[in-house]
């Protein structure tokens, strides 16, 4: 009912919380100018209100809605007091939040304070650092250039002396040559002076030895024009001399002759039987010369079982399918005794093929011959000759013979061309003629980067061709496994030599190996293998390690890049010369 005398007895003023907006004042209070009024509990004291309440309370009393307003004041009393107490509640939290939030605050700030003396002492630290490897070049370059300062003047006090013992030894030198040549002078004068006194002595000598040799020469000439003179003439007048003379001559020429020619042929036929023609680089088969140097090399191979034409070549499962049925199907021609089947193995270089030629050789029980085509052109006129010894010397082998021809499309090039000479377009028909047919005592085997440029009767001759492709990414894994053993692994085992390698995993590193090896040929594999062992034999501690390993390949992936791009350069740069030829025959008229 405070309402009614105009003030709220009962009401709290909420507190005042910093940060928070201060709550206005109960209605009907003097705001801020009585902040300096001296306080009184009747200061509130509205009389009016008095007399209004007194009044209201009259009308109250006469009415008949009196107990409901008087509820109705209590209510609305009540909705403010729980109001109030809300308000006072809600002004309690934010303080509790308020709180918090300074509590967080000042935990960010110490953080960021410790973060930030954190970072001071780490910039100290490295400046510290700095400083002190700074000090210590310092020192190093004043120590450097003391030593070059010391270093230098020794070289100055060295080409001092060096210059004082080259003045002294100049100066001796001089003063030698002057005592030389004033003794030689000396002896000149001397010697003129002997002379000039006995020169009527000395022409006297000179004319007797003169007039005494005259007289000896002529007297030899006397005697030997005596001598041979009635030699002669007793020679021609007995007739059975003359007779025995020309007999003994005649047959002396024939002797010559048959001698001669009797060496010929016993070369040639020691040259087919026991000799290596000259066009011949390499082979397995034994000769005499071969058994007398190597006796224990020939031992061994004589007694050597038979190896299997695939051992330690590396080819894809289609490909190897391929070669092990042509090893078998040669090694039952040579037991059979029947016709070898000519071959033609192409592909890019370092792909296997000279490597599978001895291999399918020695598999079969054959022979094996090795010519290169590059021999031949320089051979000129003799190309001919040494052609067919090479074919009469395949024809002796007891065992058969497997000859195998790299780099044929050296001189078996098409005979049309105007790049081929006579020489060697002869030197080609012998071979096309001594190859004409089938032959149970030697098989061909060719091998080209080219074989497009073959002559047409070369091709007809083949009877199967093969193909050497670049190891895919399986073939390449199995390479680098068996380089990596051959070359680090069983050298590092055996403890011969010095050579050690790191612990890491070996497998996976040859798995990623053959991976970035894409497009190498195994013969490019097998150097990486080699470049290894050299890195551990370059090393310190003859260790081989995983990054010098990592190295080396990156070396050989941009080597191998360089090569490429050569390669497709000359490709392109063949590729305008052949246009430009094209171009010409066709303004010339002439057939390309």
């Keep these: 009912m405070s309402w009614l005398f ?51 309370a009259r009308e109250l009393d006469q009415s008949r809605h009196a107990k409901e307003a008087l509820n109705l004041a209590k209510m609305q009393e009540e909705t403010l007091h729980l109001e109030q107490q809300s308000k006072i509640k809600e002004y309690e939290a934010a303080v509790e939040q308020l709180k918090n939030e300074q509590i967080r605050i000042q935990g960010d700030e110490r953080r960021k304070t410790l973060n930030e003396e954190t970072k001071q002492n780490q910039a100290r630290a490295q400046y510290q650092d700095k400083l002190a490897r700074q000090r210590y070049e310092d020192q190093l370059r004043q120590q450097q250039q003391l030593n070059e300062e010391n270093l230098r003047k020794q070289e100055e006090s060295v080409q001092k002396q060096e210059s ?36 009527d002595i000395i022409r006297e000598q000179i004319r007797l030895k003169a007039a005494e040799h005259r007289q000896t020469v002529l007297e030899s000439i006397k005697t030997a024009r005596t001598v041979f003179g009635e030699g002669f003439r007793a020679f021609v007048s007995d007739w059975d001399k003359v007779t025995a003379t020309a007999a003994g001559l005649t047959l002396l020429a024939v002797g010559v002759y048959s001698a001669k ?62 070669v092990r049925d042509i090893a078998i199907a040669t090694r039952n021609t040579k037991k059979n005794k029947g016709l070898y089947r000519n071959i033609l193995m192409y592909g890019p270089p370092g792909t296997g093929k000279t490597l599978f ?49 790299d780099k044929a499309d050296a001189f078996l090039r098409k005979r049309a061309t105007e790049k081929i000479s006579e020489d060697l377009r002869a030197t080609l028909n012998a071979f096309l003629y001594r190859t004409g ?32 492709d670049l190891p895919g990414l399986e073939e390449r894994e199995r390479l680098v496994q068996l380089y990596f053993d051959k070359y680090v692994l069983k ?42 062992q050299a890195a551990a034999y370059a090393s310190e501690d003859g260790i081989l390690t995983e990054a010098m390993i990592d190295a080396r390949v990156a070396d050989a992936i941009r080597q191998h890049n360089q090569k490429m791009e050569w390669l497709k350069a000359e490709g392109k740069e063949g590729d305008k010369v052949a246009n430009k030829s094209t171009l010409q025959h066709l303004l010339e008229g002439t057939p390309v």
């Design 261 to 322: 020619n009797a060496t010929g042929v016993a070369g040639r036929y020691i040259e087919a039987r026991l000799g290596k023609p000259s066009l011949v680089r390499d082979t397995s088969r034994i000769t005499a010369l071969e058994a007398v140097k190597h006796p224990i090399k020939v031992s061994k191979r004589l007694f050597s079982q038979v190896q299997d034409a695939l051992e330690g070549v590396v080819l894809s499962p289609t490909l190897e399918g391929r």
């Design 6 to 56: 105009g003030y709220n007895k009962g009401q709290q003023v909420p507190p005042q919380v910093p940060g928070l907006p201060v709550p206005p004042p109960p209605p009907g209070g003097d705001g801020d100018g009585d902040k300096n009024k001296p306080k009184d509990k009747w200061s509130n004291f509205d009389p009016t209100g008095l007399e209004r309440a007194a009044k209201a």
């Design 357 to 405: 030629a001895k291999k399918l050789a020695m598999h079969s029980g054959m022979d094996y011959a090795i010519m290169t085509g590059g021999d031949v052109a320089p051979m000129g006129r003799e190309g001919v000759t040494a052609m067919h010894k090479v074919f009469d010397w395949a024809n002796t082998s007891k065992h058969g013979l497997l000859l195998f021809v």
């Design 491 to 532: 050298p590092a085992s055996e403890g011969k030599q010095r050579l050690k390698v790191a612990q890491f995993d070996y497998g996976k590193k040859c798995s990623e190996l053959a991976k970035l090896t894409e497009g190498m040929s195994g013969r490019e594999i097998s150097k990486l293998g080699v470049a290894w």
């Design 164 to 199: 004082m013992r080259r003045a002294t030894v100049e100066h001796e030198m001089e003063l030698r040559h002057k005592n030389e040549m004033l003794r030689i002078e000396a002896e000149a004068r001397a010697r003129a002076k002997v002379e000039r006194e006995n020169a």
């Design 437 to 468: 047919e089938q032959s149970h005592k030697f098989m061909l085997v060719l091998a080209s980067n080219q074989p497009e440029q073959f002559d047409w009767a070369i091709n007809d001759r083949i009877d199967e061709i093969v193909n050497f």
